[in-house]
C-alpha cells in the first residue's frame, strides 16, 4: 500500500531534516547525471536502459568521485537511482539514495555522520530512536567477529573458494549450485548472519573479505580484508560506506574481473567509465557512503515495508 | 525444472529428496550479492516447515504431487477403499497411510488424498464431520451447566467425549483434528 498522507509529511520532515544537517557540517548538495553511460560493473547490479547506450545510474559514485578528484571535499547527492529487477518489502527498483564523500577522514567518521543522521531521522519523525535498542555509539563488530560467532569457522578473507565452499558445507549451509566466492558468502550470510543482526540493535559490521571488495581499498595493515562497512538497523540493510579505492590499475582490473564475470553469465556489459579510472589518480583518501532514504524513513516509522513509506509503489 | 522466478505460492518443489509446497516468499538481496528468494516450505509428508534462502538462478525440480478429491467407500483388511470423484476409478490405500484418523472417516465421505509421484501418500480429512451417535448412556435433563460428559459411540466405532444432554439418534458435530464434540446439529 503506498504511504498515507501523514508518512508522506512525516517523509519530508525527515528529507528537509538531512539537509539541514548536512549544510550543518559544511556538505555542498550535488546533482550529478542520472542518465550515463557507464552505470556499474557490479555483477549484481542490472541497470536500466534509457534510449541507445545509455542507462539510468544505479548508483551516482562515479561522478561524485570525478568531483572530489576535482577538488570538492565534502559532498552530498540525495537522489534517486534505479536497479532491474529489484522489487521486495526492501528493495524498489526505483528508490532513493544518500551518497556522500568527505576527504581526509577515517572511514569511522562516515559512521558517526550515520548515527547522527539516524537521530535527525528520528527527531523528526517525533520518535525516540531507544525502540531501536541503540545505544550510542551503536555496536561495532567485523566480519570475522560475525563468522566466528554464527558460524563457527574462522573467515581470514584470503581463502580460495573451494576452502569456503568446505567452510560453508561444514557448517550446514546448502550453498546449492553457487560456486563463486560472493555467492557462497553471501549464502552463509544469509542464512546464519542476517537474521541475528536483526537482533543486535543498530550495528556497523566492518572488514569485509578482500573478494568482497569493490571500490574498497586494502586495509593497511590486513590487505585481507578492505575497508568497508555496512550499517544494519532495525532488520534493515541501511548504508554501505568505503575506504575509497584510489588506485587506478588496481581499480580497471576489478572492473575488467566484473565485466567478464557480467558476459560469463550472460549479463549486459557496461563500458567502463574511463573518465572515472583517469580522475583517481588526483583523488584525495576520501571516505565515501550510500544510505537508503527509504529505508532510513522505514527504521523512523517503524515501518516494514519500502512500498509503505512512498506515494506510488507500483513504480 | 523450475527456477527461482518461478516461485509462488503453493508451488511444488523437491528439496533434499522430499516434496514441498511453497507457503511464503520474499525477495533479498544483500549489499553488493546476488538476488535471493528467501522461501518458506511445507513437506508436504511431514508438515515440517522448512525456511531457505534460494540464490537466483538456483534450478529446482518439481515435486510430482497431485491432490485428488476422493470418496471413502469402504476398508478391506489392511486396506481402505477410495473412489475418485471425477473419473470413478478406485484406489486402495493402506490403512496405515491413514492413520488414526480413520476413526473420524465415515463411509461415502469426501477426503482430499495427496499423491507422490503417483503413489497415495497422505489423505486429509474434512476438519468437522457431522455424525449421529448409535450408542450412549441415557441423558439426565437440566444438567446442562456442569461441563460433565459422557461416552457416545458414532458408526465408525470412535467414542466421543459429549455433554450429559446427547442421547442416542442426535447429529453432532466433530472436529476431525481433535476429536472434539462441538456441538449438537441435530436432536434423535
Given at each position: 500500500m503506498p504511504a498515507s498522507r501523514t508518512t508522506l509529511e512525516t517523509r519530508g520532515r525527515i528529507?528537509?531534516?538531512?539537509?539541514?544537517?548536512?549544510?550543518?557540517?559544511?556538505?555542498?548538495?550535488?546533482?550529478?547525471?542520472?542518465?550515463?553511460?557507464?552505470?556499474?560493473?557490479?555483477?549484481?547490479?542490472?541497470?536500466?536502459?534509457?534510449?541507445?547506450?545509455?542507462?539510468?545510474?544505479?548508483?551516482?559514485?562515479?561522478?561524485?568521485?570525478?568531483?572530489?578528484?576535482?577538488?570538492?571535499?565534502?559532498?552530498?547527492?540525495?537522489?534517486?537511482?534505479?536497479?532491474?529487477?529489484?522489487?521486495?518489502?526492501?528493495?524498489?527498483?526505483e528508490f532513493t539514495m544518500i551518497e556522500w564523500y568527505r576527504v581526509g577522514v577515517p572511514l569511522d567518521t562516515l559512521a558517526h555522520d550515520c548515527e547522527a543522521l539516524v537521530r535527525v531521522a528520528f527527531r523528526a519523525a517525533d520518535r525516540d530512536p531507544a525502540v531501536l535498542g541503540a545505544h550510542v555509539p551503536f555496536r561495532r563488530t567485523t566480519v570475522r567477529e560475525l563468522f566466528a560467532l554464527h558460524v563457527g569457522h574462522e573467515l581470514a578473507g584470503?581463502?580460495?573458494?573451494?576452502?569456503?565452499?568446505?567452510?560453508?558445507?561444514?557448517?550446514?549451509?546448502?550453498?546449492?549450485?553457487?560456486?563463486?566466492?560472493?555467492?557462497?558468502?553471501?549464502?552463509?550470510?544469509?542464512?546464519?548472519?542476517?537474521?541475528?543482526?536483526?537482533?543486535?540493535?543498530?550495528?556497523?559490521?566492518?572488514?569485509w573479505p578482500a573478494p568482497l571488495g569493490a571500490l574498497a581499498r586494502p586495509k593497511p595493515g590486513d590487505p585481507r580484508v578492505v575497508e568497508r562497512f555496512e550499517l544494519y538497523a532495525g532488520g534493515l540493510e541501511l548504508a554501505n560506506a568505503f575506504g575509497e579505492l584510489t588506485d587506478p590499475v588496481e581499480q580497471r582490473r576489478r572492473f575488467q574481473e566484473e565485466s567478464r564475470v557480467r558476459a560469463a553469465r550472460g549479463k549486459p556489459v557496461y563500458p567502463i567509465d574511463e573518465a572515472l579510472l583517469a580522475a583517481l589518480p588526483k583523488m584525495p583518501p576520501t571516505a565515501g557512503?550510500?544510505?537508503?532514504?527509504?529505508r532510513l524513513v522505514m527504521l523512523a516509522l517503524g515501518v516494514d515495508r519500502i512500498q509503505d513509506v512512498v506515494p506510488f509503489a507500483e513504480h | 525444472m523450475y527456477d527461482t522466478s518461478d516461485i509462488r505460492k503453493g508451488l511444488k518443489i523437491m528439496i533434499d529428496g522430499h516434496p514441498y509446497t511453497v507457503v511464503e516468499f520474499q525477495f533479498v538481496k544483500p549489499g553488493k550479492g546476488a538476488a535471493f528468494t528467501r522461501t518458506k516450505m511445507k513437506n508436504l509428508l511431514t508438515g515440517n516447515v522448512l525456511e531457505r534462502n534460494l540464490r537466483s538462478g538456483e534450478r529446482l525440480e518439481p515435486a510430482d504431487v497431485e491432490t485428488k478429491t476422493m470418496q471413502y467407500l469402504y476398508a478391506d483388511a489392511d486396506l481402505f477403499v477410495f473412489m475418485d470423484t471425477t473419473t470413478y476409478d478406485q484406489v486402495q490405500i493402506?490403512?496405515?497411510?491413514?492413520?488414526?484418523?480413520?476413526?473420524?472417516?465415515?463411509?461415502?465421505?469426501?477426503?482430499?488424498?495427496?499423491?507422490?509421484?503417483?503413489?497415495?501418500?497422505?489423505?486429509?480429512?474434512?476438519?468437522?464431520?457431522?455424525?449421529?451417535?448409535?450408542?450412549?448412556?441415557?441423558?439426565?435433563?437440566?444438567?446442562?451447566?456442569?461441563?460433565?460428559?459422557?461416552?457416545?459411540?458414532?458408526?465408525?466405532?470412535?467414542?466421543?467425549?459429549?455433554?450429559?444432554?446427547?442421547?442416542?439418534?442426535?447429529?453432532i458435530k466433530i472436529d476431525t483434528r481433535t476429536g472434539q464434540y462441538l456441538e449438537r446439529v441435530g436432536r434423535g
Amino acid at each position: 500500500m503506498p504511504a498515507s498522507r501523514t508518512t508522506l509529511e512525516t517523509r519530508g520532515r525527515i528529507l528537509r531534516a538531512i539537509r539541514g544537517w548536512f549544510e550543518s557540517e559544511h556538505f555542498v548538495e550535488v546533482e550529478t547525471p542520472a542518465r550515463v553511460r557507464s552505470p556499474g560493473q557490479e555483477v549484481h547490479l542490472d541497470a536500466i536502459p534509457t534510449g541507445a547506450q545509455h542507462w539510468l545510474i544505479t548508483s551516482p559514485e562515479y561522478h561524485m568521485k570525478r568531483l572530489v578528484a576535482s577538488g570538492m571535499p565534502r559532498i552530498v547527492q540525495i537522489g534517486k537511482c534505479w536497479r532491474a529487477g529489484e522489487r521486495g518489502p526492501h528493495h524498489l527498483p526505483e528508490f532513493t539514495m544518500i551518497e556522500w564523500y568527505r576527504v581526509g577522514v577515517p572511514l569511522d567518521t562516515l559512521a558517526h555522520d550515520c548515527e547522527a543522521l539516524v537521530r535527525v531521522a528520528f527527531r523528526a519523525a517525533d520518535r525516540d530512536p531507544a525502540v531501536l535498542g541503540a545505544h550510542v555509539p551503536f555496536r561495532r563488530t567485523t566480519v570475522r567477529e560475525l563468522f566466528a560467532l554464527h558460524v563457527g569457522h574462522e573467515l581470514a578473507g584470503d581463502e580460495s573458494q573451494g576452502t569456503l565452499h568446505v567452510l560453508a558445507t561444514a557448517a550446514g549451509v546448502a550453498v546449492g549450485s553457487a560456486t563463486a566466492w560472493d555467492d557462497i558468502f553471501y549464502q552463509v550470510f544469509l542464512d546464519r548472519i542476517e537474521p541475528r543482526l536483526a537482533d543486535m540493535g543498530p550495528t556497523f559490521v566492518f572488514d569485509w573479505p578482500a573478494p568482497l571488495g569493490a571500490l574498497a581499498r586494502p586495509k593497511p595493515g590486513d590487505p585481507r580484508v578492505v575497508e568497508r562497512f555496512e550499517l544494519y538497523a532495525g532488520g534493515l540493510e541501511l548504508a554501505n560506506a568505503f575506504g575509497e579505492l584510489t588506485d587506478p590499475v588496481e581499480q580497471r582490473r576489478r572492473f575488467q574481473e566484473e565485466s567478464r564475470v557480467r558476459a560469463a553469465r550472460g549479463k549486459p556489459v557496461y563500458p567502463i567509465d574511463e573518465a572515472l579510472l583517469a580522475a583517481l589518480p588526483k583523488m584525495p583518501p576520501t571516505a565515501g557512503i550510500a544510505l537508503g532514504f527509504d529505508r532510513l524513513v522505514m527504521l523512523a516509522l517503524g515501518v516494514d515495508r519500502i512500498q509503505d513509506v512512498v506515494p506510488f509503489a507500483e513504480h | 525444472m523450475y527456477d527461482t522466478s518461478d516461485i509462488r505460492k503453493g508451488l511444488k518443489i523437491m528439496i533434499d529428496g522430499h516434496p514441498y509446497t511453497v507457503v511464503e516468499f520474499q525477495f533479498v538481496k544483500p549489499g553488493k550479492g546476488a538476488a535471493f528468494t528467501r522461501t518458506k516450505m511445507k513437506n508436504l509428508l511431514t508438515g515440517n516447515v522448512l525456511e531457505r534462502n534460494l540464490r537466483s538462478g538456483e534450478r529446482l525440480e518439481p515435486a510430482d504431487v497431485e491432490t485428488k478429491t476422493m470418496q471413502y467407500l469402504y476398508a478391506d483388511a489392511d486396506l481402505f477403499v477410495f473412489m475418485d470423484t471425477t473419473t470413478y476409478d478406485q484406489v486402495q490405500i493402506p490403512k496405515e497411510t491413514v492413520g488414526d484418523q480413520a476413526r473420524f472417516m465415515p463411509e461415502n465421505i469426501n477426503v482430499e488424498v495427496l499423491f507422490f509421484n503417483g503413489r497415495a501418500v497422505d489423505v486429509t480429512l474434512p476438519n468437522f464431520i457431522e455424525q449421529p451417535v448409535v450408542e450412549a448412556d441415557p441423558g439426565f435433563r437440566g444438567d446442562t451447566a456442569t461441563g460433565a460428559t459422557k461416552p457416545a459411540k458414532i458408526p465408525t466405532g470412535a467414542s466421543i467425549a459429549v455433554p450429559l444432554f446427547i442421547s442416542v439418534g442426535d447429529i453432532i458435530k466433530i472436529d476431525t483434528r481433535t476429536g472434539q464434540y462441538l456441538e449438537r446439529v441435530g436432536r434423535g
